[in-house]
């Protein structure tokens, strides 16, 4: 199997070159690392160059379609979607070998640490591991009980390219919440469970550090339930500004 590693970027230049740092330390390496840009005015583009890997630039914004575009170019067979300011253990590759060699597993996700200047924001990190488990049981219960768990971007995606282009991908009129979309549609189309691996990956806090602890969760609360009770993506969107 081969791993391709999809970054979707917007002014990312202050957390990409980490990353990119931490994913050139794997061991075995992945097959490709494909940074999707969706114009960014810093210089997000020059680093990702710098650092030798694939570049797909000024795409239209919208994290969905940035994806989907990294997917289409990619050529691995097994797919990871990772944001720009996380970082994941060193057996990265094989452990999502591992993991995707259970053909029950359509799409997985590990436990994401948010950690930041003040160390790790562990009631942030808490609540973040159990919304897996307790939004699809009270929002979607029937796909909860068919396998569904609620897995987001911070959480570092990986899937099948099979299962990941039988269903569409992502939806790109989803400009928030595609991943749990896209968690929805792997079970109800029948490609398998959703699953969230006991294996730690590190994201930054900077949204929490932007907005402080109270605003943050009141906000991931809100939008989840909201989200979870219908709320369209234009709705949702305008309570969940962009923070670099």
């Known amino acids: ?3 391709s590693i999809i970054i979707p970027t917007l002014n990312e230049a202050a957390a990409l070159p980490a990353t990119l740092e931490n994913v050139a330390a794997l061991s075995p390496q992945p097959l490709e690392v494909i940074v999707v840009d969706a114009g960014s005015e810093d210089a997000t583009v020059d680093l990702a ?6 570049v797909l630039a000024n ?16 050529r691995g067979d097994q797919l990871c979607f990772l944001h720009a300011d996380t970082n994941v253990p060193p057996d990265f590759v094989s452990l999502t070998e591992r993991v995707l060699a259970d053909r029950g597993t359509a799409l997985a996700a590990f436990v994401s640490i948010m950690r930041g200047a003040r160390g790790v924001r562990r009631i942030t990190t808490a609540h973040n591991f159990l919304k897996t ?14 396998g569904c768990r609620l897995v987001f971007g911070d959480q570092v ?30 079970v109800r189309e029948g490609r398998g469970r959703v699953r969230q691996v006991n294996r730690k990956v590190w994201s930054s806090d900077r949204r929490v ?5 109270w605003k943050a969760n009141a906000t991931y609360l809100y939008v989840g339930m909201m989200w979870g009770l219908g ?8 309570h969940y500004e962009d923070v670099r």
Do not use: H
Request: glycine share 10%.
């Open 1 to 3: 199997m081969t791993l």
């Open 209 to 213: 550090a932007e907005w402080g602890f």
């Open 49 to 54: 160059l710098e650092a030798g890997v694939q």
């Open 231 to 238: 709320a369209g993506p234009k709705r949702l969107s305008q």
């Open 59 to 74: 795409l239209p914004k919208g994290r969905a379609g940035q994806m989907n575009a990294g997917a289409a170019a990619a």
């Open 133 to 146: 488990w307790y939004a699809p049981l009270l929002f979607r219960p029937l796909s909860f009980v068919r």
């Open 157 to 186: 995606m990986i899937c099948r390219r099979e299962d990941f282009d039988a269903i569409g991908g992502f939806d790109p009129d989803q400009t928030i919440m595609e991943e749990a979309d896209l968690c929805l549609r792997m």
